[in-house]
């Protein structure tokens, strides 16, 4: 059975950065593209980042230029480093798997394309 876990969120200052990891067992890691989600209180979840299997990276325009996607195929994980945070980078932040993704460069970057989920990481921005 696949198993994500995420690790590496946090209380942190405004500017300040953090790297989360998520290490996927119980399957092929290099034949998944990953993604990063994030949901805030009282928001719907939205997508962060993606990797595709080549490694091709997608991030959503409000995180571009500070957050970088990652992945390390020998280490099963995939990597979020997040600099410069914001008060509004404030979520649970999820990690998923798309084990279905239609290429080696296919970037999915809709949540209903992924179908494991890690129980998600918090990472709380103060200002």
């Known amino acids: 059975q696949v198993q994500l876990v995420e690790s590496g969120g946090g209380l942190v200052a405004v500017g300040d950065s953090l790297r989360l990891s998520c290490a996927v067992s119980?399957?092929?890691?290099?034949?998944?593209?990953m993604g990063w989600f994030r949901q805030a209180p009282g928001k719907e979840r939205e997508f962060v980042a993606a990797i595709a299997r080549s490694g091709s990276a997608h991030l959503v325009d409000s995180v571009k230029g500070r957050f970088t996607i990652s992945r390390d195929n020998p280490k099963n994980t995939v990597y979020l480093q997040m600099n410069s945070l914001k008060p509004e980078d404030t979520a649970v932040y999820y990690c998923?798997?798309?084990?279905?993704?239609?290429?080696?460069?296919?970037?999915?970057?809709?949540?209903?394309?992924?179908?494991?989920w890690g129980q998600g990481t918090q990472v709380t921005v103060s200002s």
């Open positions: 119980g399957g092929t890691f290099s034949r998944y593209a």
């Open positions: 998923a798997i798309d084990s279905n993704s239609g290429g080696f460069f296919v970037i999915p970057y809709k949540s209903r394309e992924y179908d494991y």
